[in-house]
């Protein structure tokens, strides 16, 4: 399974961006999708995660300001990232976890977000 990740960039502060991570190859079906982001120097963690029945959880720094969801029909995940603020600065990656005679994880490759003026 590969995972396609894009939408990062620069953006000032107060500011929105979208991640997009598209899954594609051999699965069975798609467990759950999830965003981690990774500052300098600090561990990866979770950011937001959608299972395959729709539930989500979003962290505590960004609740209220990023939305995660979801087009099931092209296995993709979108996070929605409002009101960033310069603490969101990190890399973003993707983690999709399916089913494929067992249940594997795989991760993109990362994108940079970068909250600044």
């Known amino acids: 399974v590969q995972l396609a990740e894009s939408g990062g960039g620069l953006v000032q502060p107060g500011g929105s961006l979208r991640l997009s991570c598209e899954a594609s190859g051999r699965f069975s079906r798609i467990h759950e999708m999830s965003w981690y982001r990774q500052a300098s120097g600090e561990q990866r963690a979770l950011v937001a995660d959608?299972?395959?029945?729709?539930?989500?959880y979003v962290s505590d720094p960004v609740q209220g300001r990023f939305t995660i969801s979801r087009d099931a029909a092209k296995n993709t995940v979108f996070l929605q990232m409002n009101n960033l603020v310069p603490e969101d600065t990190a890399v973003y990656y993707c983690?999709?976890?399916?089913?494929?005679?067992?249940?594997?994880?795989?991760w993109g490759q990362g994108t940079q977000v970068t909250v600044s003026l």
């Open positions: 983690n999709v976890k399916y089913r494929l005679n067992g249940l594997y994880e795989t």
């Open positions: 959608i299972t395959s029945g729709g539930g989500t």
